[in-house]
């Protein structure tokens, strides 16, 4: 990592550890506003779909996408292994197929629903998406190049370059060597059945099921074996859980429950409440978590006031697919606040106050969904 001279790139974020912190009543900043406009998150009516359509699901791009050629494009694995090896698209197209739904999400979903605010991209509840992920798994290809037997991380590089908080980076992110043997990651060439699309890594991203979203190293150019804890930028500084700028923090792993409602009736363009006839209707969304099945979803409409059970359809996608939930209601005319609460089989569920961190990771805060009933 080389450190980025403040002089030769006056534009360039000064270096202060982790991101700022919104003042109170600050509101969300032109440079917020840009990085929300580049990095959008799914149209919450898209909740509809089992697998989100490509161009719905939310993208977060730190950098630039890189202009890659997919017939030039190699992979290496290299570091402390026996046998480096190099592979092209095609050489990865012929080994072992596998196709897999997947719920990605931002870490930082939510994050601007915190108080304070962490400045970064400013999501509320949208960073998530659903899609068909096919590749090729990554373990059979550490265990032919030959894991030393003193591995202790697998680092994967994008071909992506930029700066962040001074830091002059290739987005690079790490995992422990258990976590890049388990079966179901991968080394994805497609999604939903096509080539992937530029902003989504194409040719070729990692996927890690069941953990947030910057695990998943889109632009994949390198794998590679080290015997030391990886320090780099975005495992060491970035996604951490911690309470100040000095707290060394957690590093942030799995997907904590999430439910989402898809709003019901239609929309006010600016404020998007909804609007929605009174009678029976049926309320439904989507639940997810990256730690274990979801077992559970409540429903609130009173803002959390009280809650009900909904019932879930049978999964669809495996384990590390969102699911279906669904909830019969009759409302007379009014003013509601709906909301969902997921619990998953470890236990974890979602808090109606949030805990704080400085980052505005992994908020996983009850959604509020405005709804007033009225009669046509
Ligand atoms: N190379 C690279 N990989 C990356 C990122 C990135 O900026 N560069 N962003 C990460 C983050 S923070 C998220 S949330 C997911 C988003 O994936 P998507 O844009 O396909 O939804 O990609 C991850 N992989
Ligand atoms: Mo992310």
Redesign the pocket.
């Known amino acids: 990592m080389t450190t980025v001279d403040d002089v030769s790139r006056p534009a360039v974020t000064d270096v202060s550890g982790p991101s700022r912190v919104a003042a109170s009543g600050e509101g969300i900043s032109a440079e917020e506003l840009q990085l929300a406009a580049r990095?959008h998150g799914i149209p919450l009516e898209a909740l509809r779909y089992d697998v989100t359509p490509a161009g719905l699901?939310?993208?977060?791009?730190?950098?630039d996408i890189p202009e890659l050629d997919p017939a030039a494009h190699a992979l290496t694995v290299d570091g402390a292994v026996d046998r480096p090896l190099t592979l092209s698209l095609a050489d990865l197209r012929e080994r072992p197929r596998v196709t897999r739904q997947v719920t990605?999400?931002?870490?930082?979903n939510g994050r601007a629903l915190l108080h304070p605010r962490p400045v970064s991209q400013p999501w509320l509840v949208e960073?998530v998406?659903n899609a068909e992920w096919t590749g090729t798994p990554l373990a059979p290809l550490l265990r032919e190049a030959g894991l030393a037997p003193d591995a202790v991380d697998v680092v994967f590089t994008?071909?992506?370059h930029g700066v962040e908080r001074g830091v002059e980076q290739d987005?690079q992110?790490a995992l422990p060597v258990a976590d890049a043997l388990r079966d179901e990651v991968l080394l994805a060439y497609e999604m939903n059945g096509a080539p992937l699309l530029p902003?989504?890594?194409a040719p070729l991203?990692l996927i890690v099921p069941g953990w947030?979203?910057?695990?998943?190293?889109?632009?994949?150019r390198s794998v590679s074996v080290v015997t030391e804890a990886f320090e780099g930028y975005q495992n060491a500084v970035a996604?951490r859980l911690r309470q100040d700028a000095d707290d060394p923090g957690i590093p942030l792993t799995r997907i904590e429950p999430r439910a989402l409602v898809r709003p019901p009736g239609f929309p006010d363009f600016m404020s998007r409440a909804r609007v929605l006839r009174p009678g029976p209707c049926t309320v439904d969304g989507r639940a997810w978590s990256g730690h274990a099945p979801v077992v559970a979803v409540e429903v609130t409409t009173d803002g959390g006031a009280t809650w009900a059970p909904a019932t879930l359809d049978e999964p669809t996608g495996g384990e590390f697919a969102w699911r279906r939930w669904r909830f019969a209601w009759t409302p007379e005319p009014g003013r509601y606040v709906l909301g969902a609460r997921a619990t998953d089989a470890s236990g974890r569920t979602q808090p109606v106050e949030q805990p704080w961190n400085r980052g505005g990771f992994a908020n996983n805060l009850v959604q509020r969904v405005e709804v007033a009933v009225v009669p046509e």
């Open positions: 990095n699901h939310y993208l977060l791009i730190h950098y990605l999400e931002c870490a930082g960073a998406g994008g071909a992506d987005y992110r902003q989504h890594g991203r947030y979203g910057m695990a998943h190293v889109k632009w994949l996604y």
